[in-house]
């Protein structure tokens, strides 16, 4: 899968996600791949970029409008996820709702 | 320091930037890091998040408005650096500018 979202021409909405691991990462990455998962089959998802490093991440998920970003947060699934998120996987995070203006791209010849 | 940009209330602006490395990454760290460097001294600057794992990154710098973007990305020492990233650093990137419009944060007790 490619690691770069495909995102459509702006406007839309990106929600900007950094977080810090702490050492009780048991059961993490499944979650984290099963909400990847679930996020997709969303309504209106445009896509989705991630990286971390040494237990410092960022992850973008790109989103028509806020309604659909709203959708999600609510979704059930990803509710209990947050939940877990907060009492045992984060040691921190910050989530930014943006709204993307401009987008440029570049590939190597 | 803080792995976290200590943004302010929103607001404000963030330019998402996603790239992948090519193969020739000789010189890319030493000018991330000097770039780094020099955009926290620009007018404005706001905060810096970064992460890469093998070799896909995600970096967000946060601005006041779009002329300090403006302003960074005209600054000659970056305008050398985008030339370098392009025709040596990068097989791809993508980068979004986005006003940001809710932070939401949390730290574990």
Redesign the interface.
Known sequence: MD???D?PE?PFY?V?F?S?L?RDSDGYAKMAEHMVALARKRPGFLGF?????DG?????SYWPDEASIRQWRDHLDHRMAQKMG?EKW???????????????????E
Do not use: C
């Not at 410092?56 to 973008?60: C, D, E, L, R, T």
């Open positions: 690691l770069f979202a995102t702006p990106a900007i950094s810090m702490s970029e991630s990286a971390r490093e410092f991440g960022i992850s973008v907060r984060y040691s921190a995070y910050r989530l930014r709702v943006a709204r993307v203006e401009r987008d440029n791209r570049f590939e190597a």
